[in-house]
Structures are given as C-alpha cells and as structure tokens.
C-alpha cells in the first residue's frame, strides 16, 4: 500500500482546504491511501523544547511523516503567503538536523482562495521550503483553486465536471510522479 499523507494548512475546523484535502483522497487509485495528517497539535517550533525530549507531538508527527511515501499540501494563503501553521509544521517536520521527515518525498500542492487568484501566493511561497526540504515537487498541472467555498457540494464532491475531470488528472500525475521515487 502506498500512502499518502495530506497536509491542510488551515486549522478551521469548516476549512475549505481541509475539505478538499477529503476530496481529493477519494481519487486515488487502488493501492493508494491518503489520509489527513493534523498540523494544529503542534507547539510552536522552538529549539529549546526539542532537545534530548521533545515534545510528544513533534515525535507522533515526525513518525507519521515517516510512514508516509507522498505527502499532498492543500492549503489557504493568509497574507499572499501559506499559514503560520503549515510554516510550523514544515519546520518541526524538518528537525532534528540531519533527520528531516520530509526528506526525499515526493510532494503535490493544492492552493486554494474564495478569491479570485486561487492562492498563487501561498502555492509558489510553499515551493520555496521544498526545495530544501528535497522534495521533489509535481510541476503539472498546477492547480489554484479560485471561488473556493462554492467547489464542493454537500457531500464534499467537486460539483463541476471540467473541476472534478482536472483534479483527476492532477492526482493522476502525482501518482506518476510517487511511482518514479518508489
Ligand atoms: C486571509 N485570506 C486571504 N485570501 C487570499 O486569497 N489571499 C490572502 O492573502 C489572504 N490573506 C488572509 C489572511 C488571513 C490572516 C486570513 C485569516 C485570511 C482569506 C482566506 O483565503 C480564507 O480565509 C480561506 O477560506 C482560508 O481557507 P480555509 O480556512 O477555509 O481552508
């Protein structure tokens, strides 16, 4: 089984992100499990506290990393930038030095906005720590999701059929993108 770990960078509990990340789950192919890994637990990344014991969070959260093959980051922009707290999840996900979680990951990106630049901000921001990170990042088909609260219906499924058939061949691509790490 491959898994795929997703990462929504809003911590509201309605978050729109959160909901997509659930969407966009159900598109895998069989063999393939994502699940939602939770980002809101986490202390503020402090280098005093993650010494010799760290906190039990950082560690639950570095070993689910670990169990993970991909990871998929959906998520909102605040300031034309990702969140404080997909940041602080990038940055206690990375340490200890030498042992990052992320490592070597292949990695997909959703942005998403009710406005109209689909969060394009957040998207390209977020690239800039994956480089570091060393995971290789799908180039296509991007995807900024703009009039984000009105993509889903009540049962959380794309409601347009050119939104739903695009989504699939992103999900589609990421899949061909984890095989060739695999
Ligand atoms: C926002 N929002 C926002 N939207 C955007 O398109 N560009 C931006 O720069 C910002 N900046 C911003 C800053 C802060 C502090 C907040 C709280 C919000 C609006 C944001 O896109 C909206 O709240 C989304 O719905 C958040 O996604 P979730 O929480 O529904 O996943």
Known sequence: MTKVGIISGSLRKESVSTKIGKSVAKLFPAGYEAEIIEIGNLPLYNEDIDQDNPPAEYTAFRNKLKEMDAILFVTPE?????????????????????????????????????????????????????????????????????????????????????????????????????????
Not at 91 to 109: E, F, L, N, T
Not at 118 to 145: D, I
Not at 162 to 169: E, H, R
């Open 78 to 182: 605040y300031n034309r930038s990702i969140t404080a707290a997909l940041k602080n999840a990038l940055d206690v996900g990375s340490r200890p030095y030498g042992q990052s979680s992320w490592d070597g990951k292949p990695a997909a990106i959703i942005s998403q906005s009710p406005g109209n630049l689909g969060g394009f901000g957040a998207n390209h921001h977020l690239r800039q720590p994956l480089v570091f990170l060393n995971m290789p990042v799908l180039q296509q088909p991007e995807v900024y999701l703009a009039d984000s609260f009105n993509l889903l219906d009540d049962n959380g499924n794309f409601k347009n059929d050119d939104t739903a058939k695009f989504m699939q061949s992103f999900v589609d691509a990421f899949v061909e993108l984890i095989k060739k790490y695999q």
